[in-house]
């Protein structure tokens, strides 16, 4: 394609990054707390002499933990009784605690996360059990409503943040480990299509694969064994994960090699990854800050909403998420409670 041909709409798409990004903002600030008040708004939502099932992967992530602790307060809150499972991300421990549900019969089940293939058999066991079923960040058919970030908005923002800090060129390092995690197949499908439009930017390969456990001690040593094959500053201009505990080990390996020109990029808002995007001297660029304890008290509300009778909930309630990046990161922090 002629350059003169394909900077009109490298351009275009770069506008169009910094206008989502300030939108997402916005909308953040304007909403961050938006699952709160929905208690005081309504008082008919009550939990009272129900028992609520919350089954999390695993909770040693800030997103999970923080959605999860979400779900016991707000079941509490509203009167009900938690039933807390925490599968410490084995997918046989969450396999073996959904199999004890569907004979303890709970009133609802709160899925979060988990491995679709792994999960979703038995979420259908469940609903044919006669027990509703809802998720955080696992959307489903076998379940009511999923709470959840716009996935495909946060993704297409973060990958427009990307190209527009490389400025449209360059080897892009990925981590995809989680294909069958949907959430994380959205967000790596969102980069595809950003990049698609960019045929100066690319995907170095093989892409990495991102583990649990160890997540950051692995990244810190691909991203380590990664640079010595590309020794040369400007022979890879990003790191891109789906969630921002790679991001952590990459951004730590690239000041441990003191190759600060790359920026990395991931989704989630863990506090430690935050910060680093708002060091100015820290080659992390920007990241996804989704809103987890909103998300886990907005599934708890829609629990409640359908055993009181409300049938009219959407398959998925979305919440905003806020791409923070080196000009915003300290507002983000402040809008997130991390400052």
């Known amino acids: 394609m002629p350059e003169t041909r394909a900077h009109p709409s490298r351009r275009a798409l770069m506008q169009m990054g910094a206008a989502l990004g300030a939108a997402s903002l916005v909308q953040g600030a304007a909403r961050a707390g938006e699952a709160g008040p929905a208690v005081g708004a309504d008082e008919t939502l009550s939990l009272k002499g129900k028992t609520i099932a919350i089954s999390v992967a695993g909770t040693d992530h800030f997103f999970d933990l923080k959605a999860y602790q979400a779900q016991v307060e707000t079941v509490k809150e509203l009167g009900g009784t938690p039933i807390g499972l925490d599968a410490g991300r084995s997918d046989k421990a969450l396999v073996s605690q959904l199999q004890t549900l569907a004979t303890q019969k709970p009133d609802a089940v709160i899925q979060t996360l988990g491995t679709l293939t792994v999960v979703d058999p038995w979420l259908k066991k469940l609903r044919q059990a006669g027990i509703p079923v809802f998720s955080v960040d696992l959307p489903s058919t076998n379940v009511i409503n999923t709470a959840t ?101 990459a951004t730590q390996a690239l000041i441990a090699a003191g190759r600060t020109e790359i920026r990395t990029y991931g989704v989630d808002g863990t506090p430690e990854v935050l910060a680093l995007v708002k060091d100015p001297n820290a080659p992390a660029g920007a990241v996804a800050a989704q809103q987890p304890a909103a998300i886990g008290r907005t599934a708890v509300l829609n629990v409640a909403r359908y055993l009181t009778g409300d049938r009219s909930l959407p398959s998925q309630t979305f919440l905003p998420a806020i791409i923070a990046n080196k000009a915003n990161a300290a507002e983000v922090q402040r809008q997130l409670g991390q400052a």
């Open 149 to 249: 970030s716009d996935n495909f908005s946060l993704g297409a923002q973060l990958a427009l943040q990307l190209v527009s800090d490389i400025n449209g060129r360059g080897k892009i390092v990925v981590f995809n480990g989680f294909a069958g995690v949907p959430v994380c197949e959205i967000r790596y499908a969102q980069l595809k299509t950003v990049l698609k439009y960019y045929p100066e930017a690319s995907i170095v390969q093989p892409e990495l694969r991102d583990v649990i456990p160890n997540t950051v001690q692995d990244a810190y040593g691909q991203i380590t064994a990664l640079l010595s094959k590309y020794p040369e500053k400007g022979s890879i201009a990003a790191i891109w994960s789906a969630w921002d505990i790679p991001q952590l080990g």
